[in-house]
């Protein structure tokens, strides 16, 4: 079956702009996550939907960033007016709930670069 | 604070060879580590993983140790095959935030032939 994808690939804007990424999870895996991975790091936190519902926001940096997930499937993560320092990889995962340990089928992730 | 750490950035090892992967981490309340492997501009995908109530799991060629006093976890790869190179992250998840995972910062693994 398909894996997680996001699109687009990679995204290139300039400071002050809007950005959407989106994610497709793999289908029937009720929990989605949103990652940030920055240059010599390992991904990083930001949100994760049981659902539709936002179960745990807590990673998100700052009010800049929202992600929603309507329908319980796709998710869209949301940046207005955009950093310099938002570059990053943007990376969505998903897994089925009730697995006896958490692992998540990551996508290929959107590089984001702001100029 | 990072809580989760890999403190070699890179490792090299012949094919054939063992190739061990450390991590430590800090917070007690971890109960599962796993690990993921990553090629470039693809997503991290997962390898392996371990309850804090074991100290040791096995799937083929990879086996993850665990040492929960010493907060540190080690993966072994043997024998080292090309494939094998990528960058390597350690993870946890918390009971109480048991959907999050934290990364290291990754480990590049180079198996030369």
């Known amino acids: 079956g398909a894996g997680v994808s996001q699109t687009p690939s990679n995204k290139v804007t300039e400071k002050g702009k809007y950005v959407e990424l989106r994610c497709d999870p793999i289908s029937g895996h009720t929990a989605l996550y949103w990652y940030r991975q920055s240059l010599g790091q390992g991904p990083e936190f930001l949100i994760y939907?049981?659902?539709?519902?936002?179960?745990?926001d807590s990673g998100l940096p700052n009010d800049r960033f929202f992600a929603v997930r309507p329908e319980g499937s796709v998710s869209t993560l949301k940046i207005q007016r955009t950093e310099r320092g938002d570059s990053a990889v943007y990376l969505c995962?998903?897994?089925?709930?009730?697995?006896?340990?958490?692992?998540?089928?990551f996508g290929p992730g959107t590089r984001l670069t702001v100029l | 604070d990072q809580q989760v750490k890999q403190n070699s950035p890179s490792l090299s090892v012949q094919e054939g060879r063992i190739s061990i992967l450390n991590c430590d981490y800090t917070?007690?309340?971890?109960?599962?580590f796993l690990w993921y492997k990553k090629y470039p501009a693809e997503g991290p995908t997962f390898l392996i993983s371990?309850?804090?109530?074991?100290d040791k799991n096995e799937d083929g060629r990879f086996t993850v140790f665990l040492n929960k006093s010493a907060k540190h976890l080690s993966l072994h790869i043997v024998p080292s095959q090309p494939g094998d190179s990528a960058v390597y992250f350690c993870?946890?998840?918390?009971?109480?935030?048991?959907?999050?995972?934290?990364f290291g910062q990754g480990t590049r693994l180079t198996i030369n032939p």
């Open positions: 939907f049981q659902g539709t519902g936002a179960a745990d």
């Open positions: 371990i309850s804090s109530i074991k």
């Open positions: 993870a946890a998840s918390a009971e109480q935030g048991a959907q999050k995972l934290v």
């Open positions: 995962a998903s897994s089925l709930m009730g697995q006896p340990f958490n692992e998540q089928f």
């Open positions: 917070n007690s309340m971890f109960d599962y």
